[in-house]
């Protein structure tokens, strides 16, 4: 499959605080409307290009959407700061709409995929969203539920400055947090296989605003001590993780981006069914791995799914 073998439909959103705001439904025009359905969710600086995972969710029996959140992707409107949010649940009124409109497809429940920022928007959801009852199973994706920073003192110190200063100064931000080395290992063009748009996925980046990385840690603290999924929840994640400093081979090999402890100890109490699985030598985003890898995860989700 290509990105020819999609529909975007353009979602109007309430005014914000920066004026107009869209998201971007994306559907396979194979979608019979018949089937069960799985709605994606992508992460921070991201945007759905992951083609070949909607194929493999085609190919399994299922039809397949993507949501592009608002001022990501293509979402993004000129007037916007890219990714930015004052709380996580400003992403819960086009996650209503879209799955309204693929439950008026089918009248079936929808499996909701998130991967890493997407993945914590989606548990939030689960968590407290007015649709989740169309929904009857959380699949995350190296899910972002702890900021991977290292002491645990400068995480704390990054935490505690960031309310004020995203309240005396909304646009204040921290420019180069984002490694290159990940996004360079995913991209044709560089070490990886993968080809997206630069313009909406850049190799540097974009800035973290102060207030997102807030509001980040308000939902991440919030599905620590509270959350109880009531839906069967699936992470996957690498077996292994670590923080590069120069572009190595073994950044194929493991997740560099978060901590997979973080994940797998947060994870495993966001519900009462939640089920872990490594992906051997999986990268971040397990379905952008090399080969082996990628075959796991995908091989890892349809068996669990078909339980």
Request: glycine share 6%.
């Amino acid at each position: 499959m290509t990105l020819s073998d999609f529909n975007y439909h353009t979602l109007p959103l309430r005014d914000d605080y920066e004026g107009k705001v869209i998201a971007t439904l994306t559907e396979a025009k194979s979608n019979t409307g018949s089937r069960p359905a799985v709605l994606y969710l992508h992460g921070f600086i991201d945007y759905f290009f992951q083609a070949h995972l909607a194929e493999a969710i085609l190919s399994a029996g299922y039809d397949f959407y993507a949501l592009e959140l608002r001022k990501c992707g293509h979402s993004l409107l000129p007037h916007q700061h890219p990714n930015y949010c004052r709380h996580i649940e400003e992403y819960f009124e086009e996650t209503d709409t879209a799955l309204q409109y693929i439950f008026s497809k089918s009248g079936k429940p929808i499996k909701l995929l998130g991967h890493s920022t997407g993945g914590l928007i989606a548990a939030l959801y689960m968590h407290k969203g007015d649709k989740r009852e169309l929904v009857d199973r959380l699949i995350l994706n190296s899910p972002f539920l702890e900021f991977n920073i290292r002491p645990r003192l400068l995480r704390a110190f990054g935490k505690l400055i960031a309310p004020p200063l995203a309240t005396v100064l909304p646009y204040s931000n921290l420019k180069g947090v984002v490694n290159p080395i990940y996004p360079s290992s995913i991209h044709k063009d560089y070490h990886g296989e993968w080809d997206f748009d630069l313009t909406l996925k850049p190799i540097q980046g974009f800035p973290a605003y102060f207030a997102w990385i807030h509001a980040v840690d308000m939902a991440q603290k919030e599905l620590r001590q509270h959350a109880d999924i009531k839906v069967p929840v699936l992470i996957l994640h690498s077996d292994r993780s670590f923080i590069p400093r120069k572009e190595v081979d073994n950044v194929h090999e493991a997740d560099i981006v978060l901590d997979v402890k973080d994940i797998t100890s947060i994870g495993s109490r966001l519900g009462k069914d939640v089920t872990l699985q490594a992906v051997t030598k999986a990268k971040h985003d397990v379905f952008l791995s090399r080969k082996p890898a990628r075959e796991m995860a995908f091989a890892l989700l349809m068996n669990w799914m078909k339980k």
